[in-house]
T-cell receptor, first 115, second 111 residues
Framework: ETGVTQTPRHLVMGMTNKKSLKCEQH?????MYWYKQSAKKPLELMFV???????ENNSVPSRFSPECPNSSHLFLHLHTLQPEDSALYLC??????????????FGQGTRLTVV | TQLLEQSPQFLSIQEGENLTVYCNSS?????LQWYRQEPGEGPVLLVT?????EVKKLKRLTFQFGDARKDSSLHITAAQPGDTGLYLC???????????FGQGTRLTINP
């Protein structure tokens, strides 16, 4: 298997549920990301991990909790979400090139609906 | 905060026509990527441009990076229904391994 794989593809959860999104990259990259994509909004960067260390948290509410056990796996733990959290959640990975440029490779996303 | 503005946000044209999509910013980026995203899928990288004034071609798609590395354009010649999708530009930030995305251009090519 190659590329970036996300599971599940679709998730419906109640506001009191706890669920987790999983992402796995098979590209040997050193950085992984969570993005949120809502209708009519640009892709919003949520979290960045470099070599398993979180290097960015873009003021994301604590009801979203990331976990990066190694450079190939990334999780997003969800609890007590709100309906406005419904969106497509995208995982991506990247490897900085020799001159410092970044190209992101995305998974297919998890379509999350909070009811 | 570095922002990228894409225009137009929506474009619907007939098969065979040409079109240009723009990506503009007041900030300088170290690189500029273009992605295409289809419904229910993640964005797929089309091209990366890194040098001011650089032009890259991918079949009927021509990408240009502005001389000052603040803007970019995507030109499609003889558009086909298979070109339909959401086109996203993303700017690389010097010294940070992350990208800033524009809001996208939703392109529809009608047969």
């Amino acid at each position: 298997e190659t590329g970036v794989t996300q599971t599940p593809r679709h998730l419906v959860m109640g506001m009191t549920n706890k669920k987790s999104l999983k992402c796995e990259q098979h590209l040997g990259h050193n950085a992984m990301y969570w993005y949120k994509q809502s209708a009519k909004k640009p892709l919003e960067l949520m979290f960045v991990y470099n070599f398993k260390e979180q290097t960015e948290n873009n003021s994301v509410p604590s009801r979203f909790s990331p976990e990066c056990p190694n450079s190939s796996h990334l999780f997003l733990h969800l609890h007590t979400l709100q309906p406005e959290d419904s969106a497509l959640y995208l995982c991506a990975s990247s490897q900085r090139d020799r001159v410092g440029n970044t190209e992101a490779f995305f998974g297919q996303g998890t379509r999350l609906t909070v009811v | 905060t570095q922002l990228l503005e894409q225009s137009p946000q929506f474009l619907s044209i007939q098969e065979g026509e040409n079109l240009t999509v723009y990506c503009n910013s007041s900030s300088v980026f170290s690189s500029l990527q273009w992605y295409r995203q289809e419904p229910g899928e993640g964005p797929v990288l089309l091209v990366t441009v890194v040098t001011g004034g650089e032009v890259k071609k991918l079949k009927r798609l021509t990408f240009q990076f502005g001389d000052a590395r603040k803007d970019s354009s995507l030109h499609i010649t003889a558009a086909q229904p298979g070109d339909t999708g959401l086109y996203l530009c993303a700017g690389g930030i010097q010294g940070a391994q992350k990208l800033v995305f524009g809001q996208g251009t939703r392109l529809t090519i009608n047969p």
